[in-house]
């Protein structure tokens, strides 16, 4: 089994880190502290996620790369610093597990 885990980064844990200003990281502006502020945030980037998907070839490659290092290494730790809240680990990671599973292999998400 695969898990794909999203981690704060604060707590030191070992994975690999998703924010700014690397190539997965969100760039909503604005304000992300109130509970629909950030759904809004994780939504736009959900959005903005998928148009990535269809139209950067550097984007693809990098979540190529995800998927390989995570059947490799047999699991994903991505490291945000949102999480536990709602964030963009989030749709990375639940896009990772579906891709997995499309694929044939067997991938869950590490719940919170």
């Known amino acids: 089994m695969i898990v794909i885990a999203v981690v704060n980064k604060r707590h030191r844990q070992r994975g690999l880190y998703i924010g700014r200003p690397t190539i997965f990281g969100n760039y909503a502006e604005g304000d992300a502290e109130t509970l629909s502020s950030r759904h809004k945030h994780v939504e736009a980037y959900r959005e903005y996620f998928h148009q990535r998907l269809e139209t950067d070839a550097e984007f693809q490659d990098a979540m190529d790369f995800l998927i ?25 990671r639940d896009y990772l597990v579906n891709r997995l599973n499309e694929m044939g292999f067997d991938a869950v998400a590490q719940k919170e």
């Open 68 to 92: 390989t290092k995570a059947v490799r290494d047999n699991g994903l730790v991505l490291q945000c610093w949102c999480h536990p809240l709602a964030c963009h680990g989030h749709v990375l």
